[in-house]
C-alpha cells in the first residue's frame, strides 16, 4: 500500500508534466483537475500513514544509501508534501480561471506548474545531498519559466534576475556537496550524520556548510539577499506569486533546516546560528518596512513574505546548544510558522489577484472604493493579514507563541523584539491597504467583477490559516512523532 | 599530494575567477559566461577531490554529468531569455530603469539583424 | 571612485572565498572517507546491466537523479519556447544559399549522426552514452539550420512538443511500471536491465537533441502584447 502511495506521489506531478505539455489549455486544465485531485488524496493518505506508522525510507531502485538514493518520508516531510498539496491545489483551480484560455502561452503554465509541484516533492523527501541539488534546480527553472511566461520585458527582467540569483545559490550549494562528498565519500545526509558521530577531523567541511547556507539562503531570500524577490514575486500572474511565496521559497529554507538539525551541533558554530538569526531579524524589520512604503498592491504583499521568510531563520539560533525539549519547541514553531506563512501568502496574493483584476491596476491608490464592490475578496486578503500579524487564535500566533518561549528558555530575550516589531509593522501594513481601500472618492464608478469561483478559494485558504492555531495540536504531533524517531523504521 | 588535488586546487581557482567576473559583471551574456566558468571550477573540485581521496571515482563523474546537463540546461534557457529580453528593450544589463534615462529604441521594430 | 572600491570589494571577497576553499581542500585532502563508495559501486556493477561505472551510477544506482534531470531539460525547452511566441521559428533571413556550405554538410552531417550513433552505443562499457550523444545530435542539427535547411518538425506544434517529451516519458513509463510490479519505483528487473538500460539511452539521446535544438533555434521575434499585472 505505502508502495503505491509513494509511486503515485512521484509519479503523478511528472506524468501530468507530460500530459499537459501535450494539450492545449483547456484540456490540459481538466487533466490537472483530475490530477489535483489524485495528488490530494495520494498526500492525505501518505500523512494518514506516517501518523499512524512513524515515517520510512524509500530506497528508489531497490539500491540502499550511499550506492542509491534514498527517500525520506517522515512526520516533517509529510507535512510538507501535505501542505504543498493543498496551496498547489488551491493556485491551480485559482489559474484555470484566472488564466486566459485564448492566449497561446499560457498552455506551458500546466506543465511548469506540475514540474515546480513534482520539484518541490523531491526537496521534502530528499535525504541526498546531490539529489536535492537536481530538485532545487528543477523548482528554479519550472518557477523562472512561469515568472517569464507572456514574456514581456519587465516580466523577463525579472525573470533574469531571478534565474540568476537562483543559478548562483544553486553554485555555492553545490560546491558544498562537492566538498562534503570528498570528506566523507557519502551523499546521504543520514550516512554523513552518522559518520559525524565516529569523531573523525572534519576540518574542512565547516566552510562547504557555510557555502550550502549562504547558496540557500540566496535562493530563500534572506535579507540582505532578498532583491530579486520583489520583482518576480510582484510582476508574475497571481497565482504564480502564490506558488513562488507560498511554497518555492521555503524549498531551499527547507534544506537549510535540515542541514542544520543533521550536522548543525557539530559542524556549526555560534556565531554562525547567530548571524541567521540577526540577519532574519533584520529581513523582519526591513521588509515590513519596504512593505510599508511601497505604493504598488503586489510589491507590498511581495516584501511582507521578505518579512515573514525572516522569522524562519530564527530556527537556527534558538537550536544552537540546547537542550532537546527547546529544540523540538523551536522546530514546531518554524513548521507551524511555514504552514501558516504558505496559506495566509497564498490568499493574499490570490485576492490581491482578484483585487488588480477588479480595478484594473496594481496601484494601492486605484483600490479606492473597492470596498464597496469585492468585500469579499478584501475580506479574505484581511482574514490573511491577522495571521501575518500574529494575532490569535491564528496559525501565525501559534508559531510566534511558541518562537517567544524557545526564545524565553534559552534566554536570547533580544528575538522578543524582531517577534513584537514585525506584528505591529504587519498590522502597518495591511491596514495601509485597507485604508486605500475605504476610501470613498473614487472616480472610477465601473469595476470588473471576477468570477466567485475565483473569490472562493482565497477564503478557504485565509480560514485554513486563521484555523491552523486551533488545529495546531494534530499537525504538530505527526511532526513531533518523526522527530523522535528520527532516522523512521 | 596527487596531481588530482592540483585540479581541485585549480578548480577553486576558477570559481573566484567566475565569482568576480559574476558579482562585477553588468553585461548579462558575460555574466552568464562567468557562471559557466564558475560552474567548471565547481565540477573540477568535485572530480579532483574525489579523486584524490580514493582513486577514479565513477561517482562524482555521473554527477558531474548530471550537473553539466543541468547547468547547459539553465544557460541555454538564460540565453533565450535574455536575448529576448534585448530584443523588447535594447538593453544588456539589469540596471534599474529609475536610475538611467530610458534606453535608446530596441531593434524591437527593425527586422533583427543576422548577425547580432 | 564607487567603481574602484566596488572592485577592491569584490577583489576582497573572493580572495577570501578563495582561501577559505583552498583551505577546506587542502584540510580535506589529508584525510580518509568513512565510507569507501568506489568499492561497494564495483562491488555492486555486476548487478547493473552495464560495465560502464559510469553509465551504471547514472542510468541504473542514481537513475532518480538522471530521471529529474531530464526534466530539468523538458522545463527548459518549454520555458524557451514558451517565450518564443512565433508561429514559425524559421527566419527565411538566416537562410543561406552558399555552395561551399551545402558541400561541406554534405560531408559533415552524416559523420556526425554516425559519430552520435557511436557514443551512444559505446555507453555501455566504455565512455559515452546518451547525453554526449544527444549533445553530438543537437551540433548537427544547429549545422542544418545554419545552413538553412528547413527543419519543419521545430515549428512549435505537437510535433515539437512531442519530441521534447519522449525522452523523459519513456524513462518515466519503465520507471512506473516497475513500480506496478511490484517492486519499487525505478528498480528494473536484472535480466531486463540492459536491455531497458540502451532502450532508455536511445530515446534520451533524441530528446536531449531535441531540447538542445529547440532552445537554439526559440531565437525570439514576436509582438504579441500581454498587459502585465505587477507592471506599473
Not at chain 1, 532545487?136 to 523562472?144: F, G, M, R, Y
Not at chain 1, 552518522?194 to 530563500?220: C, H, P, R
Request: with cysteine; aromatic share 10%; net charge neutral.
Amino acid at each position: 500500500m505505502t508502495l503505491w502511495l509513494m509511486a503515485g506521489l512521484l509519479f503523478t506531478p511528472l506524468a501530468w508534466a507530460v500530459l499537459t505539455l501535450l494539450t492545449g489549455f483547456r484540456r490540459g486544465r481538466a487533466i490537472t483537475w483530475l490530477g489535483i485531485v489524485i495528488q490530494v488524496l495520494v498526500s492525505l493518505a501518505l500523512w494518514a500513514v506516517v501518523a499512524a506508522e512513524g515515517g520510512f525510507q524509500y530506497p528508489l531502485g531497490g539500491w540502499q544509501a550511499p550506492l542509491g538514493i534514498e527517500l525520506r518520508m517522515d512526520g516533517l516531510a509529510v507535512t510538507f508534501v501535505l501542505l504543498t498539496a493543498l496551496v498547489a491545489a488551491a493556485s491551480g483551480l485559482h489559474a484555470g480561471f484566472y488564466l486566459d484560455p485564448d492566449k497561446d502561452w499560457h498552455r506551458y503554465f500546466w506543465p511548469l506548474f506540475w514540474f515546480l509541484w513534482a520539484g518541490l516533492n523531491v526537496v521534502w523527501l530528499g535525504n541526498d545531498l546531490f539529489n536535492l541539488y537536481v530538485g532545487l534546480e528543477l523548482i528554479s527553472l519550472a518557477a523562472v519559466g512561469l515568472v517569464a511566461l507572456g514574456g514581456q520585458s519587465e516580466a523577463l527582467r525579472a525573470a533574469i534576475r531571478y534565474l540568476m540569483a537562483a543559478l548562483l545559490g544553486s553554485l555555492a550549494y553545490l560546491l558544498g556537496v562537492a566538498l562534503f562528498y570528498g570528506q566523507f565519500g557519502s551523499l546521504s545526509l543520514s550516512g554523513i550524520a552518522s559518520a559525524l558521530n565516529q569523531d573523525i577531523a572534519v576540518e574542512g567541511s565547516g566552510f562547504a556548510l557555510i557555502l550550502m547556507f549562504f547558496g540557500l539562503a540566496l535562493k530563500t531570500a534572506l535579507f540582505p539577499m532578498h532583491r530579486w524577490l520583489p520583482p518576480a514575486h510582484g510582476i508574475a500572474r497571481s497565482p504564480v506569486s502564490a506558488l513562488l511565496s507560498a511554497l518555492v521559497v521555503k524549498g531551499s529554507f527547507y534544506i537549510a533546516a535540515r542541514l542544520w538539525l543533521e550536522l548543525g551541533a557539530t559542524l556549526g558554530s555560534l556565531a554562525l546560528a547567530q548571524l541567521l538569526g540577526v540577519l532574519g531579524g533584520m529581513a523582519v524589520f526591513w521588509g515590513g518596512w519596504q512593505a510599508f512604503r511601497h505604493s504598488k498592491l503586489k510589491q507590498v504583499v511581495a516584501y511582507s513574505s521578505v518579512a515573514q521568510i525572516g522569522y524562519l531563520f530564527l530556527l537556527f539560533p534558538l537550536t544552537w546548544n540546547t537542550t532537546e525539549a527547546v529544540i523540538i519547541q523551536a522546530q514546531q514553531a518554524m513548521t507551524l510558522q511555514v504552514i501558516s506563512h504558505a496559506l495566509a501568502k497564498a490568499a493574499m496574493f490570490l485576492s490581491a489577484g482578484n483585487l488588480i483584476l477588479s480595478v484594473g491596476s496594481n496601484r494601492l491608490n486605484a483600490l479606492a472604493g473597492v470596498s464597496h464592490f469585492l468585500p469579499f475578496s478584501l475580506f479574505s486578503f484581511g482574514l490573511a493579514g491577522v495571521s501575518l500579524m500574529g494575532l490569535p487564535p491564528t496559525g501565525g500566533f501559534a508559531a510566534k507563541w511558541l518562537f517567544l518561549q524557545a526564545s524565553l528558555a534559552t534566554g536570547q530575550w533580544w528575538w522578543l523584539v524582531v517577534l513584537l516589531g514585525g506584528g505591529l509593522l504587519s498590522a502597518a501594513y495591511v491596514f495601509r491597504v485597507y485604508r486605500a481601500s475605504f476610501v470613498e472618492d473614487s472616480d472610477i464608478d465601473h469595476f470588473f467583477h471576477p468570477s466567485r469561483r475565483l473569490e472562493i478559494i482565497p477564503m478557504i485558504l485565509a480560514l485554513l490559516s486563521l484555523g491552523l492555531g486551533l488545529m495546531a495540536e494534530p499537525v504538530l504531533s505527526v511532526m513531533a512523532l518523526a522527530f523522535a524517531n528520527g532516522e523512521g523504521t | 599530494m596527487t596531481p588530482f588535488l592540483l585540479y581541485a586546487l585549480a578548480g577553486a581557482a576558477l570559481c573566484s575567477i567566475g565569482l568576480f567576473g559574476f558579482i562585477l559583471i553588468s553585461h548579462l551574456l558575460r555574466k552568464l559566461l562567468a557562471f559557466n566558468l564558475m560552474g567548471s571550477g565547481v565540477f573540477l573540485v568535485m572530480v579532483g577531490l574525489a579523486q584524490h581521496r580514493s582513486g577514479p571515482d565513477p561517482v562524482p563523474q555521473a554527477l558531474v554529468l548530471t550537473g553539466i546537463v543541468v547547468a547547459i540546461a539553465a544557460t541555454a534557457l538564460a540565453v533565450v531569455l535574455i536575448r529576448r529580453y534585448y530584443h523588447l528593450s535594447g538593453k544588456t544589463s539589469l540596471e534599474d530603469p529609475a536610475q538611467n534615462p530610458p534606453p535608446a529604441p530596441g531593434p524591437r521594430q527593425a527586422r533583427e539583424a543576422p548577425h547580432e | 571612485m564607487t567603481r574602484v572600491l566596488a572592485i577592491l570589494t569584490v577583489t576582497a571577497v573572493c580572495f577570501a572565498f578563495l582561501s577559505g576553499l583552498v583551505y577546506s581542500i587542502w584540510q580535506i585532502g589529508a584525510t580518509t572517507t568513512p565510507v569507501d563508495l568506489p568499492a561497494l559501486l564495483a562491488g555492486n556493477l555486476d548487478d547493473s546491466g552495464v560495465e560502464n561505472p559510469v553509465t551504471a551510477v547514472l542510468l541504473n544506482f542514481r537513475s532518480y537523479d538522471t530521471l529529474l534531470e531530464i526534466g530539468v531539460l523538458v522545463i527548459a525547452g518549454i520555458a524557451g519556447i514558451s517565450v518564443a511566441k512565433t508561429s514559425s521559428l524559421e527566419d527565411p533571413e538566416l537562410r543561406t544559399s552558399d555552395e561551399l556550405l551545402y558541400a561541406l554538410q554534405r560531408w559533415l552531417v552524416p559523420l556526425t549522426l554516425l559519430l552520435a550513433g557511436y557514443l551512444l552505443w559505446a555507453g555501455s562499457d566504455r565512455p559515452g552514452g546518451a547525453f554526449q550523444a544527444g549533445a553530438v545530435l543537437a551540433a548537427s542539427g544547429v549545422l542544418m539550420r545554419l545552413g538553412g535547411i528547413p527543419m519543419d518538425f521545430l515549428r512549435p506544434g505537437l510535433m515539437l512538443r512531442l519530441g521534447l517529451s519522449l525522452g523523459f516519458s519513456v524513462f518515466l513509463l519503465v520507471a512506473v511500471a516497475s513500480a506496478l510490479s511490484g517492486s519499487r519505483f525505478l528498480a528494473y528487473p536484472p535480466e531486463m536491465a540492459r536491455t531497458l538500460i540502451v532502450a532508455i539511452e536511445t530515446v534520451l539521446t533524441l530528446s536531449i537533441a531535441m531540447v538542445l535544438l529547440a532552445l537554439f533555434v526559440s531565437a525570439p521575434i514576436n509582438n504579441a502584447e500581454e498587459p502585465e499585472e505587477g507592471g506599473s
